[in-house]
């Protein structure tokens, strides 16, 4: 038994309110809204099997679990964080995100996706859904940051204009992506 992963709370009034101050964004295909405890028994894989190998991966179940609360309190404590991207029947397929995790010199965009959901354009399409809100809030002032090897998140960062700065201070096999205002020079 996961006792933390509870969907009752004797809060449920505060997290309602909450949840509505968070966007939702919806695109072609998909939805993007705040994270909900139900949808942790289908995102736990992606921190803790094997895939999670570019995102400083695979974790314990404790720090991946962690991690989650990280990225969904963003939202309190900068006014941005995860969003869960869900289809439109609601399956969840994954998180786009602009948050700001420790040792990160800037926000990050990024998008971590079930096994799934791959291969279908979908971290493309919630990652440009989700930029016009990084833009609204940092100018060019957030990146994304890319392990080594993650070639599909390269081709996204690229296909979003993405471009290459440099490399992450805490790790040289991680590589920097900007993204110019449209018209801007790179």
């Known amino acids: 038994m996961r006792p933390w992963l509870n969907t009752v709370s004797p809060a449920s009034d505060q997290m309602a309110a909450l949840a509505a101050t968070v966007p939702v964004i919806e695109t072609e295909r998909l939805v993007l ?34 991690d989650f609360n990280q990225l969904v309190a963003g939202w309190i404590l900068r006014g941005h964080g995860a969003l869960t991207i869900c289809d439109k ?7 786009v995100l602009l948050g700001h995790e420790y040792g990160d ?6 998008w971590p996706l079930i096994d799934s959901a791959k291969g279908r354009g979908i971290a493309t399409e919630a990652a440009r859904a989700l930029l016009p809100m990084c833009r609204d809030i940092y100018g060019d ?3 994304s940051y890319i392990a080594d090897g993650n070639d599909a998140s390269v081709r996204v960062a690229e296909k979003l204009g993405g471009a290459k700065t440099g490399t992450h201070p805490l790790g040289a096999h991680v590589a920097v992506y900007h993204y110019k205002q449209e018209g801007a020079a790179q």
């Open 141 to 143: 002032g957030f990146a």
């Open 105 to 110: 010199p800037q926000p990050e965009l990024g």
């Open 33 to 66: 809204r705040l994270p909900r405890i139900s949808d942790w028994p289908v995102l736990e894989p992606i921190f803790t099997t094997d895939r999670a190998i570019h995102i400083g991966g695979p974790m314990s179940a404790e720090d991946a679990w962690l």
């Open 89 to 95: 029947t609601g399956e969840v397929l994954g998180l």
